[in-house]
């Protein structure tokens, strides 16, 4: 069982920065990819960013590249994500989760555990 808890969210002007953190709980937090999503209201669950095993692989989302940088502190048991040039369509409820599938998990079902999420909101 692992237990994901974020943080940093906020309220933050179009431009700003932000950086989100999801400390795990276990001691088997090197053994799971690490994903970021984010839901908007009326809209999907996203995959923004996620960030293998090792932390030396990782993905981004169209829209995030260039601007969001994943990484992850497997001594820590946290994953963070640093978001730059924030726009307000970033505003959202952003979620980490674990997934302990092989390769690339990039739809939520591949996804074990999920924290609560914290609220990402950029202002025009």
């Known amino acids: 069982q692992v237990q994901l808890v974020e943080s940093g969210g906020g309220l933050v002007q179009a431009g700003g920065s932000l950086r989100l953190s999801c400390t795990a709980s276990?001691?088997?937090?090197?053994?799971?990819?690490m994903g970021w999503f984010r839901q908007a209201p009326g809209k999907e669950r996203e995959l923004v960013s996620t960030?293998?095993?090792?932390?030396?692989?990782?993905y981004y989302a169209d829209s995030v590249k260039g601007r969001f940088t994943i990484s992850r502190d497997n001594a820590k048991n946290t994953v963070y994500l640093q978001m730059n040039s924030l726009k307000p369509e970033d505003t959202a409820v952003y979620y980490c989760a674990a997934s302990a599938r092989a390769g690339w998990p990039r739809t939520t079902y591949e996804y074990n555990y999920w924290g609560q999420g914290t609220q990402v909101t950029v202002s025009s």
């Open positions: 276990g001691r088997t937090f090197s053994s799971y990819s």
């Open positions: 960030v293998r095993r090792s932390g030396g692989n990782t």
